[in-house]
């Protein structure tokens, strides 16, 4: 993506200095991470034949500038300014308007703009992108039905996602599960092998299964990500294993537990914004004695045997051990 920011930022200078620190903030915000998309889509690509390189790297640059863009709006909608260790794009710009004199809300209400104007110029960023890949008209309009199908159903699963989070029920594992498939699945492991299958020429039957495939391993990383978030190490995650159980998300873990008699002591703790690392401690020991951490784990492994099963019949085990590797080690950083 290094040549879609140097282009930009050569676009920005005459347009302001504020602009110009908003382009080096998006770039900064999107380094790291594990490029999980681009590499699923260019495998993809390969496993179906595909031998243009540079056409299969443009796409997966794409898709990975779409993930940024929703990274970016996600830590507005969660009032997160940090990422990856580091200020993220409302972060920075919260920080710039404070060192200038503005009062905290002043502050806050700009960042959280630069993070909405930064998710905007990378949306649209990635679309074009993916418009210039070098194929057909008939294969570039089916490239971006896809994106355009990925980014609906990912938006009505961050929205589910934020209104489970409301407190007013608790979701049920079903409903957990299909804002899993809808906010991650669809655009981040379902969009780049259908849509890298889809560049090499591959039938309606193999993009058919690829979006099982993908919905199967999107929703088992989702799943690792909210055991990670409570049982995890956080010095090889670099995931906090306070925040979930003190914001209370309503996950997998959360949705079996309140089916148990264990409910009523754990709800008394869940969501507390207190809470403390020993109390932390007994919230864990209870979700595991009720049976929602091996729940969790073997709903895990099922998803993960039949994307085997997938993977196999369309010579892709190699992303079936790439996930399994990230979601086992270091889900929290793979974003």
Not at 57 to 73: C, K, N, Y
Not at 289 to 304: D, I, K, M, N, T
Request: hydrophobic share 45%.
């Amino acid at each position: 993506m290094q040549r879609f920011f140097d282009d930009a930022q050569a676009h920005a200078a005459p347009l302001g200095a504020e602009y110009v620190a908003l382009w080096t903030a998006m770039r900064s915000a999107s380094d790291g991470g594990r490029r999980l998309r681009p590499a699923l889509a260019v495998e993809a690509y390969r496993a179906h034949g595909g031998s243009d390189a540079h056409a299969a790297q443009r796409l997966g640059d794409g898709i990975e500038l779409l993930h940024t863009a929703f990274v970016m709006h996600d830590d507005v909608i969660d009032h997160d300014l940090r990422r990856r260790g580091r200020p993220n794009v409302s972060g920075e710009f919260g920080s710039r308007a404070r060192a200038e004199g503005a009062d905290r809300t002043a502050a806050a209400g700009y960042g959280q703009a630069a993070g909405i104007l930064a998710g905007d110029l990378a949306l649209v960023g990635a679309l074009v992108e993916i418009a210039s890949v070098a194929v057909d008209t008939t294969t570039r309009d089916r490239l971006l039905a896809l994106v355009h199908a990925a980014v609906r159903v990912s938006a009505a699963g961050e929205l589910d996602d934020v209104y489970l989070g409301l407190g007013t029920r608790v979701a049920s594992v079903d409903e957990t599960l299909a804002v899993a498939e809808h906010k991650t699945a669809a655009y981040s492991f379902a969009l780049p092998l259908q849509a890298g299958a889809l560049l090499a020429g591959a039938s309606p039957d193999q993009l058919d299964r690829l979006g099982e495939l993908g919905r199967l391993l999107g929703i088992a990383f989702q799943l690792c990500d909210d055991l990670l978030g409570v049982f995890g190490d956080e010095a090889e995650t670099g995931k906090s294993t306070l925040s979930d159980l003190r914001e209370g998300k309503m996950t997998a873990l959360v949705a079996y537990a309140a089916r148990t008699p264990a409910w009523d002591s754990i709800r008394a703790q869940l969501g507390d914004p207190k809470l403390t690392a020993a109390d932390a401690g007994t919230l864990r020991a209870r979700l595991e004695a009720c049976g929602a951490r091996s729940f969790v784990e073997s709903l895990v492994e099922s998803h993960l045997q039949s994307a085997r099963a997938l993977a196999a019949a369309a010579g892709l085990d190699s992303v079936i051990e790439r996930v399994s590797a990230l979601a086992a080690r270091d889900t929290g950083r793979a974003a």
